[in-house]
């Protein structure tokens, strides 16, 4: 797709009629440059070409709906809107190839305003012919096929975006979301999720077996589980790089506290470490005296009673068997049975004699038993786990915990006292105040983190219990007789789906990684200091190494480097994939120093697609870089906001130096 012609009309402060040409004149001079100071209206170009593109599809609405209709009411010039006979639209022409011919399309969103309602008018043309609304609906919906709002999103580089995704640690999940837009892995998410909702909504639920529904449940069960799982890990990332921090800063408060003269010893480090262990040990005391009060204290003061309802509960099942054996077990049964077995010469007596002796081994052993709970089997499971727990609690337990408490407590009052004692005849407290806070904080954090590398640890195991479960259900539902192929076939194609994605991750990051790599070694200002670098197709995590082969961390690099490597992953994927898409840059080289810019401008900017929007200030783009871009313009444009008349005034061409210099 190449973006030829915007026209705007009453759009944000772009009063009457505003048009710019974005055609591009060769293929080298591909860059349309369009400048302005903060706040002239950039960001308004962008969302008109969004919005003149998709509509309400857009912005996640699959119809033009309330909610959409107020977006555009924003959009819409405040002036003009006062004056309702004032025509607002966007006019968007832009050019595709379809079978070997190019084809030029002009899509125009008019709006008009009546009595405060806003309705749109739709209209498009290819190659200056009106398509009828039947075509207009198929080109609109193959439109959103091939290049889909959320691709669109994923052509815009916003600076401050780019920054964000740096500053924290979003790389991998960034990753993840454009390779899984721009390789249309997304169609197969999309047909997961639908063939989800078809199991979960359009198939009769009293034509799906119990063992099915298990399934479905299941496997909601195992995705909440693996957005868990993600959660804890993300979590347990920032706590240990916190640590890694704090470490590093105590070391330099305690190298800064011997060089002054202080003296660090090595009992006081202890007593303070004593004193953190018996209160984190004082804390798992009470936390387990707490969820014994919560939970199971109630039923171990009735102790008596709990035994005495399992006793009655085990009764009434037994009595439940009894009277199913007697109704389903009859004289006539017993006899036909008897009949059946070889060498029996007295069948009635057998009879009797075997059904007697069955209902003696299934009946009750209190013979007045009568129903009293009528629990379920759910219930009654329940019931026992309770009451087991209860049986193997005892008191004495707790109260050894308490009297443990109140010895951990004194203990650590006089180790405190101790510490004091000796921080108040040091003429470097506050520095020792700074570097206890610092060790808390180590201490702290490394139980968190191994807090949550246990819950971790269970919820992995829980989420392979449960996919094992899965698989064995999977297992029995395909070797019963009432398993249906509709079922089947919607499980096969979601596996299938998931392993084929997989595998085309796989396939195509090992060619992003081989393009990264050499983009990324011509722009950045340290040459060959990346030898190669590896995406992990599961996790998407980025390894950079040397000439070595040895590990480099992302940290060591500054954050202009850190967006070098971000832009490089970027390029490399939308080469890989094969996509005619137009790259946009927003406010892109505002953290870069004047190497980086130099690179960007001269390699990169050259070696994006077809056609490239870059919105700048001249603070960004000077005249020194301007004219290192110049060659590769077709276009420049800048706007200006006029504060008076509060409307935007574009001028065909980029910053005029020459004027600004004079000034």
């Known amino acids: 797709m190449l973006i ?29 440059l369009i400048g302005g100071e903060n706040g002239a209206g950039k960001t308004t170009f962008l969302n008109s070409i969004k919005l003149g593109l998709f509509g309400c599809f857009g912005y996640g609405y699959k119809t033009e709906n309330n909610d959409y209709y107020k977006r555009v009411h924003g959009y819409l010039n405040a002036s003009a809107r006062k004056d309702e006979t004032n025509p607002f639209s966007i006019t968007i022409t832009f050019s595709e190839v379809e079978n070997y011919k190019r084809h030029v399309y ?89 063939l989800t909702n078809y199991l979960q909504q359009e198939i009769d639920q009293e034509h799906l077996s119990s063992i099915e529904s298990e ?37 330099l408060l305690k190298k800064d506290f011997e060089t002054h003269g202080g003296l660090i010893k090595e009992e006081r480090e202890t007593l303070n ?29 009735n102790k008596n009673l709990l035994l005495s309802t399992k006793n009655q509960l085990q009764n009434e099942e037994k009595l439940s068997l009894a009277n199913q054996l007697t109704s389903e077990l ?33 009946k009750p052993n209190d013979t007045d038993v ?67 806070q610092t060790q808390e904080k180590i201490f702290k954090l490394e139980k968190e983190v191994e807090e949550n590398l246990s819950i971790l640890e269970t919820r992995q195991e829980a989420l392979e219990t449960l996919k094992n479960t899965i698989d064995s259900k999977q297992n029995i539902v395909q070797q019963s007789n009432k398993t249906r192929n509709t079922f089947l076939i919607a499980q096969s194609i979601m596996k299938l789906s998931t392993e084929f994605q997989m595998l085309q991750h796989q396939k195509k990051l090992q060619q992003v990684q081989i393009e990264a790599t050499k983009m990324l070694n011509k722009l950045m200002r340290k040459h060959q200091y990346i030898s190669s670098l590896r995406i992990d197709s599961s996790t998407f995590e980025v390894t950079l190494y040397d000439n070595n082969r040895d590990h480099v961390a992302k940290e060591t690099l500054s954050a202009g480097e850190k967006e070098i490597l ?51 200030t001249n603070s960004e783009v000077d005249e020194k870089h301007y004219n290192l871009l110049k060659n590769f313009v077709s276009h420049g444009y800048l ?13 065909d061409q980029y910053f005029n130096f020459n004027k600004e210099q004079a000034k």
């Open 566 to 616: 971000l832009l490089s992953l970027i390029w490399a994927m939308f080469k890989c994939s094969g996509r005619r898409v137009p790259f946009i840059f927003d406010t892109l080289l505002g953290r870069l120093d004047q190497t980086h810019k130099h690179n960007i401008l001269v390699d990169f900017i050259p070696a994006c697609g077809e056609q490239v929007l870059i919105l700048s």
């Open 106 to 194: 002009t899509f125009k969103r008019s709006w008009n305003i009546l009595n405060s309602a806003i309705k749109e008018k739709f209209t498009v043309k290819k190659d200056g012919h009106y398509l009828n609304d039947a075509e207009k609906d198929i080109f609109e919906s193959r439109l959103r096929e091939n290049f889909p709002p959320k691709l669109f999103d994923l052509c815009l580089f916003d600076g401050e975006e780019i920054s964000k995704i740096i500053n924290e640690n979003k790389l991998s999940s960034y990753l993840k979301e454009l390779s899984t837009v721009i390789f249309n892995l997304d169609l197969f998410r999309n047909l997961e999720g639908d």
């Open 370 to 436: 009568e129903y009293i709970h009528r629990v379920s089997p759910t219930q009654r499971t329940q019931f026992e786990v309770t009451a087991q727990q209860v049986e193997k609690e005892s008191h004495d337990t707790y109260i050894q915990l308490l009297q443990e408490n109140r010895e951990n407590l004194l203990q650590a009052q006089e180790l405190r006292k101790k510490i004091s004692t000796n921080d108040s005849t040091n003429e470097f407290a506050q520095m020792l105040e700074t570097m206890t």
């Open 273 to 301: 470490r004593q004193v953190l262990e018996i209160e984190a040990h004082r804390k798992a005391n009470s936390e387990k005296v707490r969820e014994f009060i919560q939970t199971l204290l109630p039923f171990y003061l």
């Open 215 to 251: 399934i479905l449940t299941l496997q909601r069960q195992e995705k909440e589980q693996s957005l868990k799982i993600e959660d804890l890990e993300d979590t347990i990332k920032t706590a240990q790089q916190q640590i890694e921090e704090s470490k590093e800063s105590y070391s």
């Open 4 to 32: 030829e012609q915007l026209e705007l009309e009453n759009i944000g402060a772009y009063t009457e009629r505003n048009t710019f040409d974005l055609s591009i004149s060769s293929p080298k001079k591909k860059v349309i």
């Open 639 to 651: 706007l200006e906001f006029d504060t008076e008349l509060r409307k935007v005034n574009v001028t």
């Open 330 to 362: 009859t004289d006539d049964r017993a006899l036909e049975l008897a009949k059946s077995l070889p060498g029996v010469s007295a069948p009635n007596d057998l009879a009797a004699e075997l059904r007697k002796q069955i209902f003696n081994i299934i």
